[in-house]
Every structure is written in C-alpha cells, then in structure tokens.
C-alpha cells in the first residue's frame, strides 16, 4: 500500500479574483470583483510555484 500526501492541503490557500466590471480597465464608480474557481485557482497557485 502506498501513501501519497496531499501536496499544501493543510496549508491555507490563496483565492484568486478577477475584476469583472462591465469596464474593467475604467477608474469611475465601483469595482466589482469575482472569485475564480477552486480549480482555476489551484491551477494560478500552481503556476507561481
């Protein structure tokens, strides 16, 4: 039998976030900001490491 440890998965994670106004790139009125998935962030987290 054979164990594999999770690689981080005690550790907290960062979640990652897309700003997603209609225009995201104007500096007027509120910023909206939307999460990206778990996978999608897993996949950023992995990217960087």
């Known amino acids: ?3 594999h ?3 981080g998965a005690d550790q907290p994670r960062a979640q990652w976030y ?3 106004n209609s225009d995201p790139w ?3 009125g509120n910023e909206e900001w ?3 998935s778990d996978i999608e962030s897993a996949i950023i987290e992995e990217a960087f490491n």
Do not use: F, G, L
């Open 1 to 3: 039998m054979v164990s």
């Open 5 to 7: 440890a999770i690689k």
């Open 18 to 20: 897309w700003k997603s």
């Open 26 to 28: 104007s500096t007027n």
């Open 34 to 36: 939307t999460k990206y």
